[in-house]
């Protein structure tokens, strides 16, 4: 009769300890499946910001779902939990204490997620470093630099970020032109090169606006310099720069023709 008691018991214990199995199973795929949940959001870059908050969120829940079903089993077997759960508060004053920094780095790469100050691919200057954005985690941010140096910056040490690649850039040149130099033909030469940029087809579709002279930017003692605007999508910002100071140059080189000094 205490045997049957025993291996009643025993398939009892099984029993519950399957079905909190089962249950918690359950809760780990459920929870695994809002991911899946796409926001009808029209903007394509809050909508990423919020899949990156419902992914976050999916990790935390598994891992209290995780914690709770084994809790549960541990107190099915009998096991005293008091013991346990004080040394685990001790020990988690103990890490809390010793891992500071660490708390800081994860709270910083939260604020990254929901706040989406800049997202993988991005140019970015922060920390005394930039370059391009290959990875980011709750604790640290991977930035490539142009000769391909990879800077792992923590994300507590982030502070002011600079993003390069947001919405459009703006070139600037400021050109040297000598001071008898008339400014009628100036005017034209550099309406001439503007006319060669907004003209060329590689650069055609990257201008948002066309390159255009704002004006006198200083005057020296055997120059001027004239300063040519031109608003670009980020990408091609420096290849846009670079055309720019060519067909300046060029201009400047073909067309001006300094008058005689007085």
């Known amino acids: 009769m205490g045997q049957f008691r025993m291996e009643a018991s025993t398939l009892a214990l099984a029993l519950k300890t399957l079905l909190i199995v089962i249950l918690a199973g359950a809760?780990?795929?459920?929870?695994g499946?809002?991911?899946?949940?796409?926001?009808?959001?029209?903007?394509?870059e809050r909508a990423r910001r919020i899949?990156?908050?419902f992914s976050l969120g999916r990790s935390l829940l598994r891992a209290v779902v995780i914690t709770v079903a084994l809790l549960m089993?541990?107190?099915l077997l009998g096991l005293n939990l008091g013991p346990l759960l004080t040394g685990a508060g001790i020990l988690g004053i103990v890490v809390g204490l010793g891992a500071?920094?660490?708390?800081?780095?994860?709270?910083?790469?939260?604020?990254i997620v929901l706040e989406g100050p800049f997202g993988m691919g991005d140019l970015i200057r922060t920390a005394g470093v930039s370059g391009k954005v290959e990875r980011i985690t709750l604790r640290a941010t991977?930035?490539?630099?142009?000769?391909g140096t990879l800077h792992v910056v923590?994300?507590?040490?982030?502070?002011?970020?600079?993003?390069?690649?947001?919405?459009?850039?703006?070139?600037?040149?400021?050109?040297?032109?000598?001071?008898?130099t008339r400014l009628e033909e100036l005017q034209e030469a550099l309406e001439q090169a503007a006319r060669a940029l907004r003209e060329d087809p590689e650069l055609g579709r990257g201008w948002l606006e066309p390159p255009a002279v704002a004006g006198i930017e200083?005057?020296?003692?055997?120059?001027?310099?004239?300063?040519?605007?031109?608003?670009?999508?980020?990408?091609?910002?420096?290849?846009?720069?670079?055309?720019?100071r060519y067909h300046l140059l060029q201009a400047l080189q073909t067309t001006l023709t300094p008058s005689p000094d007085h």
């Open 142 to 147: 991977y930035v490539r630099d142009v000769d």
């Open 100 to 111: 500071q920094s660490l708390i800081r780095d994860l709270l910083a790469g939260l604020i």
């Open 27 to 31: 809760l780990w795929w459920g929870i």
């Open 218 to 244: 200083a005057i020296g003692e055997s120059a001027f310099i004239v300063r040519v605007e031109a608003k670009t999508r980020p990408a091609d910002r420096w290849t846009a720069a670079r055309q720019l």
């Open 154 to 180: 923590p994300n507590s040490m982030l502070g002011v970020i600079s993003n390069l690649s947001r919405d459009w850039a703006r070139v600037i040149v400021d050109l040297p032109v000598p001071r008898g």
């Open 33 to 44: 499946h809002l991911v899946r949940f796409r926001p009808p959001v029209p903007d394509p």
């Open 73 to 75: 089993i541990l107190d």
């Open 51 to 53: 899949q990156a908050v």
